[in-house]
C-alpha cells in the first residue's frame, strides 16, 4: 500500500555521498528541515572506500591550474569550486576534526588517512543541525509533484518543497551509485550523457608468461605517454593489462580515442636521458646477458625487462636498446568496466541545469556530484567537485525557496 507524506518547507536530498550531505549541511545551515534518503543501509559507503586508498580530499596547487584538471567542464563548474574552494574544503575537515596535511603531488589528505572518522564526526554534527535520514530508501522517480521511493515497508511518495538529487555515477554499483537515476531523469526531457568508466585501467593481451609470472608487480617509477600527455608515476602489472595512478591518469583520452586504436608508450626509465641511458648500456661487459646487462646497468627489475620483451627481442646495440627501454609501445584493447572504475563520466549535462544547478525541465530540483557531467583524474578532484556542487546546489534550492 502507498504512504502518502507531504512535507511543506522540507528539503529532500536524495544520496548520501560527499555531494549529498554536503548538500544537506548547507540546507540545514540556511534554516531549513531536511530528509537524505538514500538507498543503502548505510551513509556514504563510496566515501568510505574512497578512505581506504587514504581518502585524498581535494589537491593544493594554483586555483588556475586546479581548474584546467575539470577539462571542458571548467568554466561553469568554475563557480562553485571558488564557493567552496579546496581551502574552504581543509578549513571544513579540519572543523570536523580531520586535519588535513599536504602529501607528495600536492594531494592533501586527513591526517588519519582514512574516511571513517571524518564521516562518523560528520553525521553526528548533521544529526545535531536536525538532519533526519531515510535509509534503505530508493528513489524510482516521480509521480507527478512527488518524489516516489521503495522502502522496506512499501511504497512511498513525498512531495518537499525542494529536492537535490546526489545519486552519484555508475562505477563500483555495489556501493550504492549504479545509474538506474538515468531513465527516470531522461524521460523528464533531462539531456544525459550515456556514464562511461573513468580512472580505470586498461586491457592488454600479455602473453602467457608475463601473466603467470608478473600479474600483480607494482612498476614504480614508469611514464606512460599518450597523445603527447606524458604521465610520471606507478601502475600495477595485471593478468588483463594495467591498473594504478598513471594508468588512470591517461583513461579518459585513451576511452576516447579506442576506435582508432590506442598505441601507449610506456617509458621504462623516465629519470634518465636517452643518452646517458646509452652511456649506461653501451659499458656492457663481453659475453653478458642482455638480461644482466638492464639490469646491472639500466637498473631495471624483473618485469620491466619482461614488459620489454614483450614486443620480441630487444635490439643490443646500445643506443638502440636505450630507445626501447623508453619507448616499450603499448596496445591497448579495451578499457576496464563500470564496475571497477574508481567514477564514471557522462551525466547530466550543463545545458540541462542553470547557473544554480536546477534542473531547466523540472523546478525546484537540483542535482550534484558525480551524476553531472564533469571527469577529472585522480588526485582529490573527484571528491573536490562532488563537495562543491552539493553546497552549490542545496544554495540554489535554498535560494529557489526565498
Ligand atoms: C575505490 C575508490 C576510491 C576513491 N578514492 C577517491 C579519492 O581518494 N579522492 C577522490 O577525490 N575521489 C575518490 N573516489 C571517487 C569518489 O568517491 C566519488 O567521486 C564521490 O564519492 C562522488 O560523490 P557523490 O556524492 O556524487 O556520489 P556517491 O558517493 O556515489 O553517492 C551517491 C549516493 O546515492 C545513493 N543512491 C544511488 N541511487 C540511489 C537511489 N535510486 N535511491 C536512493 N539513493 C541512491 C548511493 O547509494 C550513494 O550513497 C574514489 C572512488 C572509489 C570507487
Not at 521503495?150 to 511518495?157: I, M, N, S, Y
Not at 598505441?263 to 644482466?292: H, M, Q, V, Y
Request: proline share 6%.
Amino acid at each position: 500500500m502507498e504512504i502518502a507524506s507531504a512535507a511543506s518547507r522540507e528539503i529532500a536530498v536524495i544520496g548520501s555521498g560527499p555531494a549529498g550531505l554536503m548538500a544537506a549541511e548547507t540546507a540545514a545551515r540556511a534554516g531549513h528541515a531536511v530528509t537524505v534518503y538514500e538507498k543503502m543501509p548505510t551513509p556514504g559507503r563510496r566515501f568510505l572506500m574512497a578512505g581506504v586508498g587514504g581518502l585524498n580530499l581535494t589537491h593544493d596547487e594554483p586555483f588556475e591550474m586546479f581548474l584546467t584538471r575539470y577539462r571542458e567542464a571548467a568554466p561553469w563548474l568554475a563557480p562553485h569550486l571558488e564557493a567552496l574552494s579546496p581551502q574552504n574544503l581543509r578549513a571544513w575537515a579540519d572543523d570536523l576534526g580531520a586535519d588535513t596535511f599536504t602529501g607528495s603531488s600536492n594531494r592533501v589528505f586527513p591526517k588519519a588517512m582514512k574516511a571513517s572518522p571524518l564521516l562518523r564526526a560528520w553525521l553526528r554534527r548533521l544529526e545535531g543541525q536536525g538532519v533526519r535520514f531515510a535509509m534503505r530508501h530508493v528513489w524510482r522517480g516521480w509521480q507527478g509533484n512527488a518524489l516516489m521511493f521503495d522502502t522496506p515497508v512499501g511504497p512511498l511518495t513525498v512531495e518537499p518543497a525542494a529536492a537535490i538529487l546526489a545519486l552519484g555515477g555508475a562505477s563500483w554499483p555495489k556501493l550504492g551509485a549504479d545509474g538506474a537515476w538515468v531513465a527516470p531523469i531522461a524521460a523528464q526531457g533531462v539531456e544525459v550523457s550515456p556514464l562511461r568508466p573513468s580512472n580505470c585501467g586498461i586491457l592488454i593481451d600479455w602473453s602467457a608468461h608475463l601473466q603467470d609470472r608478473f600479474a600483480g608487480t607494482p612498476l614504480k617509477n614508469i611514464a606512460l605517454t599518450f597523445n603527447g600527455q606524458r604521465i610520471t608515476g606507478e601502475c600495477i602489472l595485471t593478468r588483463t593489462g594495467l591498473e594504478g595512478g598513471a594508468v588512470y591518469a591517461l583513461s579518459g583520452p585513451i576511452r576516447d580515442a579506442l576506435e582508432q586504436g590506442v598505441i601507449l608508450t610506456l617509458d621504462l626509465k623516465p629519470g634518465l636521458s636517452a643518452e646517458d641511458l646509452t652511456t649506461r648500456l653501451a659499458k656492457s661487459r663481453k659475453g653478458e646477458s642482455l638480461s644482466n646487462l638492464l639490469r646491472k646497468a639500466a637498473k631495471l627489475d624483473p618485469a620491466a625487462i619482461a614488459l620489454l620483451r614483450e614486443n620480441g627481442q630487444p635490439p643490443r646495440e646500445a643506443g638502440a636498446l636505450a630507445n626501447a627501454v623508453k619507448s616499450v609501445p603499448l596496445s591497448v584493447r579495451a578499457i576496464t568496466g563500470l564496475d571497477r572504475a574508481i567514477s564514471s563520466a557522462g551525466g547530466i549535462t550543463a545545458g540541462s541545469l542553470d547557473d544554480t544547478l536546477m534542473l531547466k525541465a523540472r523546478s525546484g530540483t537540483f542535482a550534484a556530484g558525480e551524476m553531472l557531467d564533469w571527469e577529472a583524474p585522480t588526485g582529490g578532484y573527484l571528491l573536490q567537485a562532488s563537495f562543491a556542487t552539493g553546497a552549490a546546489a542545496a544554495n540554489g534550492a535554498v535560494g529557489w525557496l526565498g
